[in-house]
């Protein structure tokens, strides 16, 4: 699964409520709860920094269509915050940092407030600062990176966090400490990061990391596959991106890999299912969100309305939707910090079902999935194995920056 993080994985991976924060908290509606308290008749204006084209352009495509989902929905169709009307100007970074920031300056400089977006955990990294020098409100979208969490007092998120994918992985396992776990990768930035996050949060839980990355040159992925089952991990961690996860996972199905070892990885769009081929239904998915995974009134209402205006739902729509969620609880506002305030510690109801704004750090508390895919090889489905409470994969406080 990707945030920048690739095709293969969304990797490379509570609160106690101030008494302020905590009044404004409360699940329930949230167009209710995001009324206009100033009577401000001025444009909200909101800039969409994310990428339109580049190689994340399937993904800033969904988030896109979510977000205007979300803006009806949270508007009640109005596109207003009270008396504000939502003025909204894309602008496209094709996931390059250098681009975004460029583009948020110029958003900034404009006069934009809001700022949401960054399909890339490259460009989110880039882009928070600017919020906090420039005081306005940023809310990143599917990028994935930890990093993001508590960075700085204007910086939120409307997707998930490594964290929390990597402690979804965790629950094939259950109790991890004393078990082995590999982390099979290529031998990338990609990859590293991947080691890394996994060693952090199942390392830091008691399991044992062992690590086997690939050359991203390697086109005979035989070897690689036999040094995993000679390993017999009883996790094994997957994170791979390419042209030659195909090839990968066939190895690791002729090597009989699945026989004995619970194989994870994340459950990326679904144009990429067909890539697992034969041993798609020996692989658990570890997942952010499919379309129909949640169940939930809210995510009804997002696909009714992504579905009329043209769209697909898919695993970064909901980022899109939460953002324009908080967009306008925000907008109830027309001063920054009012608008921070407005959103630290507070719960609503999203497309995932309860969704809360840690106070301390802006980490977004979410239910995440374990997910099957069931059906052909050639056109699979997405099966919900099991919905895991935000509670059960919550990343630690982040420490202040």
């Not at 169709?77 to 948020?104: I, Q």
């Amino acid at each position: 699964m990707p945030g920048h993080h690739g095709r293969a994985l969304l990797a490379a991976a509570t609160a106690l409520l101030a008494a302020l924060a905590g009044s404004l908290t409360g699940c329930g509606s949230p167009e209710k709860a995001a009324t206009d308290d100033t009577g401000s008749s001025a444009p909200l204006k909101v800039g969409l920094v994310y990428s339109k084209t580049g190689p994340l352009a399937s993904y800033g495509k969904q988030y896109l269509e979510g977000f205007k989902a979300g803006l009806d929905y949270a508007t009640e169709g109005t596109n207003k915050v009270g008396k504000r009307p939502v003025e909204v100007t894309e602008a496209d970074d094709a996931g390059d940092p250098a681009k975004a920031v460029s583009a948020a300056k110029d958003l900034i400089g404009q006069g934009f407030t809001v700022l949401a977006g960054s399909t890339a955990s490259g460009v989110a990294v880039q882009v928070a600062p600017l919020a906090a020098q420039n005081q306005v409100l940023f809310i990143s979208g599917p990028a994935a990176t930890d990093a993001i969490t508590g960075v700085n007092g204007n910086t939120f998120r409307s997707g998930r966090q490594t964290w929390q994918d990597i402690r979804t992985a965790a629950s094939f396992l259950g109790d991890t400490a004393g078990k082995k776990v590999t982390v099979f990768a290529q031998d990338s930035a990609f990859g590293q990061a991947n080691v890394t996050a996994v060693q952090t949060v199942l390392g830091g839980a008691g399991a044992t990391v062992d690590k086997l990355l690939v050359p991203a040159s390697a086109t005979d992925l035989t070897p690689f596959a036999s040094q995993v089952k000679a390993q017999a991990p009883n996790l094994l961690f997957v994170a791979w991106a390419g042209q030659t996860a195909q090839a990968m996972w066939t190895a690791l199905g002729q090597q009989g890999v699945f026989d004995s070892t619970t194989v994870v990885t994340g459950l990326d769009i679904t144009a990429t299912w067909p890539t697992y081929g034969p041993v798609a239904q020996k692989v658990s998915f570890l997942s952010h969100y499919f379309a129909g995974a949640a169940g939930t009134e809210v995510e009804k209402a997002m696909t009714e309305r992504v579905t009329k205006a043209g769209g697909t739902v898919d695993l970064f729509t909901v980022d899109g939707f939460t953002a324009a969620q908080m967009v306008v609880r925000a907008g109830g506002h027309d001063d920054v910090p009012g608008m921070i305030r407005s959103l630290e510690g507070w719960s609503f109801d999203g497309v995932k079902g309860t969704v809360t704004v840690r106070a301390e750090d802006h980490a977004l508390l979410q239910p995440m999935f374990q997910v099957k895919l069931t059906g052909s090889a050639t056109a699979p489905t997405a099966t919900l194995v099991k919905k895991l409470d935000a509670d059960a994969v919550a990343p630690p406080i982040a420490a202040k920056k």
